[in-house]
């Protein structure tokens, strides 16, 4: 007899941030854009993600941050500070918010995200989930028990363009199931944000990007 597959509860949505602050977030923007103009990039695509996260249909939305919430956090997200050290560590550290599974994990870097994706996301079989990101790292990072989080993210190279791969060859070769969710492309540098914007018009950060680029032109 096949086993039946299993079934896991509605998923808890990660979303690993960092304050908007300038000087602090978007650096690789600066330049062409100025410190302060790439904060509020920051800003716009934090909050089209937090946006997709809350239309999603997802058990929690938990912001693990660096830095103090704002009035640019919207009502229904909780809030718990981001873990010291190197990116691994504040990746495996953040999946210790959720006492059971499944969870994803994902970033600020990627205003594109919609609801729809989330919602596309198979939550009814599988150990793991992965997006990969075009840059060569990952946009999601997922398990169906949380506690594996910790020994299967540590010790692997963080932004680097073998990030992608290593990670998920490490959950393969733990004798997981992965489940690869699309490709997305990270908002990293200036040529990353046209691209993003491009694809996505109708967001915040499209929105945030076209008025930088006004002012920018008028500095110049």
Excluded: N
């Excluded at 079934?7 to 854009?33: C, N």
């Excluded at 953040?94 to 499944?102: E, I, K, L, N, R």
Aim: contains cysteine; aromatic residues 4%.
């Amino acid at each position: 007899m096949t086993p039946a597959p299993r079934r896991h509860t509605a998923p808890t949505v990660l979303v690993l941030a960092k304050e908007p602050v300038p000087g602090r977030v978007k650096t690789r923007l600066t330049p062409p854009y100025s410190p302060a103009q790439a904060a509020i990039l920051a800003q716009a695509a934090l909050a089209d993600t937090l946006d997709a996260v809350l239309r999603a249909a997802v058990r929690r939305r938990v912001l693990v941050l660096d830095g103090e919430p704002g009035p640019w956090l919207p009502a229904g997200v909780e809030v718990v500070p981001q873990a010291d050290g190197e990116l691994d560590e504040r990746i495996a550290a953040a999946f210790a918010a959720v006492s059971d599974g499944p969870a994803l994990l994902i970033g600020m870097d990627t205003p594109q995200l919609t609801a729809g994706l989330l919602d596309a996301v198979d939550w009814c079989g599988g150990d793991a989930w992965f997006g990969p990101a075009a840059d060569g790292g990952f946009w999601a990072l997922g398990f169906a028990d949380p506690s594996l989080a910790p020994s299967l993210v540590r010790g692997v190279p963080m932004s680097t363009p073998e990030t992608g791969r290593l990670q998920r060859h490490r959950l393969a070769t733990a004798g997981l199931t992965v489940c690869d969710l699309p490709a997305l492309r990270d908002v990293d540098t200036a040529d990353d944000a046209v691209a993003v914007a491009a694809e996505a018009p109708g967001t915040r950060f499209a929105a945030a990007l076209a008025r930088a680029d006004v002012r920018a032109e008028g500095v110049a």
